[in-house]
């Protein structure tokens, strides 16, 4: 049987980085979803990250040693060969 584009799962880049750390994360997320517990870690993660975005973005293109240019945020990519996806927080 040929698999079709809609059939295969694609999993996200930290999903591999869960997985090596403890396959059941990867397993309540996508099998148990409502029964994963969010834990104080993972909030303070959360608010860590978008702490660091936020002063990202006030930063001026020097800091780089830029005098122009454009910066995207949170920029999906994908691998349907690999099978996998995830986001780079900046380009």
Known sequence: MQETKSERLIFTVTDLKQYAYCPRVVFYTYCLPLLRPTTFKMEAGIAAHEKAREQERRRTLSAYGL???????DIWVESPILGLRGRVDLV
């Open 67 to 73: 005098v122009e240019g454009k910066r995207h945020f």
